[in-house]
Nanobody, 126 residues
């Protein structure tokens, strides 16, 4: 049973762009914080970007600052991750996560989130 629905992954060449989105169609409760994590083969899951839905404050991993932008559509409980200037090292399965509770800043710790979606693959290669 999917609670968070991620979409928009795909393959792109280095330097290209992708936008992935995450919706919460099965919930009526508003999520306080929604974010994106990624996991590459053989590596641990890492926080990429997250946003506090009430005030739009966001946090980013150092590796994506200046390249990725997280945004939201509060009316639809949906967050978007715009990924520009993609690099091969961005290749991973991207997972969205959400929490209706308070999440400490920076909101990039996986343990802070109660709800997770299925992954969407992002592949950057030439």
């Amino acid at each position: 049973q999917e609670y968070l629905v991620a979409s928009g992954g795909g393959s792109v060449q280095p330097g290209g762009s992708l936008r992935i989105s995450c919706a919460t169609p099965k919930y009526t409760v508003n999520m306080n914080c929604m974010g994106w994590f990624r996991q590459a083969p053989g590596k641990e899951r890492e926080g990429v970007a997250a946003i506090y839905t009430g005030g739009s404050r966001a946090g980013y991993a150092d590796s994506v600052k200046g390249r990725f932008t997280i945004s939201q559509d509060n009316a639809k409980n949906t967050v978007f991750l715009q990924m520009n200037s993609l690099k091969p090292e961005d290749t991973a399965m991207y997972f969205c996560a959400a929490s209706p509770y308070g999440v400490a800043y920076p909101p990039l710790e996986a343990g802070s989130y109660e709800y997770w979606g299925q992954g969407t693959q992002v592949t950057v290669s030439s």
